[in-house]
């Protein structure tokens, strides 16, 4: 993919295949029978699909980091290097009944659950037709399946037990989702929230997405025990899939979903992965100082993009094929940035901010639109 020296972290800007970690990614698809299968089942186009996602992830941060090298923004949260876990994630999910609730580094799973590109920039803008209404950069659209999560960390767990709790009461086979960082794990919200899909069977999915920080504190010096078998201690099935292995995911995340669509939820897929960034743009200095090079290099030769870019190569996808599509989403992405940089021009009117859509829940949704 094309590598940006002004944006892209230095790992990326300098990356080349390494052998081992391309033919290792082959091994990984072909460690479980289960998972195997699922991927031997996802044709050409899918395949492509999966790519825009990945790229189109990448580009939408991409877009947010120029916007604040032209002051546009002071700051932008990215998901950078973490591309695969949201969008293997989201990929088995089904798009006009299922339930995500991204956290801020999981943009992709809004675009993916069928949100404007435009919409997120603005979000950022905090314009009057953005999709909180101006009121925050969190964003989220109930008729997209997608609810907008609030920035205290692990109060999205709960939320999720009861759009899941809904699911059941009404006999549905709807499933829900939502992402906890390593850092949302110590919150108790978390806990509860945990605690009662297990007890009661509720079909919702958590991603633990570790990427071994939260904002500057390590992971080392937030907790003490591991995280690999947090899930079965609440009595929730558990998957591992490698968090910078887009394939990986998406089957783990499928076996998982299935359990709950069986009424057999909830599930729990653990994916390790890094964050290839600061805790936002402002912070990128710190981060740098917090992790020993090493670790960047050693998560840098695993980007997500890269190695898929790779493993469709060797299963005979053409690179010229790969640039097109990416050339697309370029276009794309700097189409609805442009787009959203229109609606600063419109007039806020600060009472509609403070009172429209509030007894509704939802400004740019209201609740019947997509009943919960
Ligand atoms: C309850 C709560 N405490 C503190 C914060 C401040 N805060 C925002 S993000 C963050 C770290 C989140 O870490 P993690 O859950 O690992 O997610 P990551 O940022 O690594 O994706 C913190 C401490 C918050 N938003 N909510
Ligand atoms: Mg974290």
């Known amino acids: 993919m094309k590598r940006f020296p002004a944006f892209d972290p230095p790992e990326y800007v300098t990356w080349s295949p390494d052998p081992e970690l391309v033919s290792r990614y082959s091994e990984t698809v072909r460690i479980d029978g289960a998972r195997q299968e ?7 186009r899918t395949l492509e699909g999966i790519y825009l996602d990945l790229v189109r992830t990448r580009h939408l941060d991409t877009g947010l980091k120029r916007w604040v090298r032209q002051g546009i923004l002071s ?8 591309e695969a876990v949201t969008v293997g994630s989201v990929h088995p999910l089904r798009r006009d009944e299922d339930v995500v609730c991204p956290m801020i580094r999981n943009a992709g799973a809004c675009h993916m659950m069928g949100m404007e590109l435009a919409d997120l920039f603005r979000g950022y803008l905090a314009t009057p037709d953005a999709p909180s209404g101006g009121r925050d950069l969190h964003v ?6 997608v609810i907008q999560p609030i920035s205290h960390m692990g109060t999205n767990v709960p939320v999720l037990a009861g759009v899941a709790l809904a699911f059941r009461i009404r006999g549905e086979r709807r499933v829900a989702l939502t992402w906890i960082g390593d850092g949302a794990t110590k919150t108790g919200e978390c806990h509860e929230g945990l605690n009662l899909a297990a007890v009661k ?3 919702v999915i958590f991603i633990l997405q570790d990427n071994g920080v939260a904002l500057g504190t390590r992971a080392d010096q937030h907790g003490a025990g591991e995280l690999d078998q947090w899930g079965e201690m609440y009595g929730i099935s558990t998957w591992h899939a490698d968090g910078n292995h887009v394939l990986d995911v998406l089957a783990a995340t499928t076996l998982a979903a299935r359990r709950c669509r069986e009424g057999r939820g909830p599930a ?5 992965t890094f964050r290839m960034g600061g805790h936002a743009t402002h912070d990128e200095r710190e981060a740098r100082a917090t992790f020993p090079p090493e670790l960047f290099e050693w998560w840098g030769r695993r980007d997500p993009i890269g190695l898929y870019e790779e493993w469709l190569v060797g299963q005979g996808m053409e690179r010229g094929r790969l640039e097109a599509l990416e050339n697309d989403v370029l276009a794309e992405v700097e189409a609805a940035a442009r787009e959203a940089l229109t609606s600063r021009d419109l007039p806020v009117v600060p009472e509609h901010a403070l009172f429209e859509g509030v007894s509704q829940g939802c400004v740019s949704a209201p609740l019947e639109a997509r009943p919960l």
């Open 201 to 203: 069977d509720l079909p």
């Open 38 to 44: 699922i991927i031997a089942g996802l044709d050409t």
């Open 75 to 82: 700051k932008a949260w990215l998901g950078t290097g973490e």
């Open 268 to 272: 729990m897929v653990v994916a390790r």
């Open 140 to 145: 989220g659209q109930l008729d997209r399946g």
